[in-house]
């Protein structure tokens, strides 16, 4: 695997609702791996607005398998899990594999049949690379985030790491 292709996303998308489930079930997509911080929900906050828990229930509904994968822990985390009523590998520390492979677990189906949506090349989109799943980059759902995570965001942005080897929607 070479260095560029863990670094980039197979895909981008503005956010998360933006993400066709259609298309990645005719991808032979069946399942879908969610970061929550600034991708499923406001970093900090333990809802989700009402268009991506439409999304959510609409991609359950059509068959797609979804997990929550969070650096995160407590209620916060725990309670957006259960108001989804999406499971949750929680205390992560992506982006080692090992983590990714806790989710595909959950998911029961081989990587190459699981996306990754998550906001951050260095934690989702290379640490999901490294397991071999699709991934989708999406933009931060706000500015206000982990301190880390902006440092993180500012490299991905100098070395146009966020620039997805696919071009088109996902």
Not at 22 to 31: M, N, P, T, V
Not at 68 to 76: A, C, I, V, Y
Not at 152 to 166: A, D, H, Q, S, T
Request: hydrophobic share 40%; net charge positive; charged share 25%.
């Amino acid at each position: 695997m070479s260095r560029e292709s863990v670094l980039h996303p197979d895909y981008a998308a503005l956010k998360l609702t933006d993400v066709s489930v259609e298309r990645l079930l005719a991808k032979g997509i069946r399942g879908a791996i969610l970061d929550i911080d600034n991708t499923t929900a406001p970093w900090g906050e333990a809802s989700a607005d009402n268009a991506t828990v439409q999304w959510i229930r609409g991609a359950r509904s059509a068959g797609l398998k979804l997990v929550f994968l969070s650096n995160s822990t407590g209620r916060r985390v725990r309670a957006l899990s259960e108001l989804l009523s999406v499971p949750c590998v929680t205390g992560g520390k992506k982006p080692f594999p090992g983590y990714f492979r806790r989710a595909v677990k959950e998911l029961g189906l081989p990587p190459d049949e699981i996306a990754m949506v998550g906001d951050t090349v260095i934690t989702d989109i290379f640490g999901a690379n490294r397991v071999g799943l699709t991934t989708i980059l999406v933009e931060p759902l706000t500015s206000h985030d982990f301190v880390g995570t902006k440092i993180y965001r500012f490299i991905e942005r100098i070395f146009g790491l966020r620039k997805p080897k696919n071009e088109g929607e996902i």
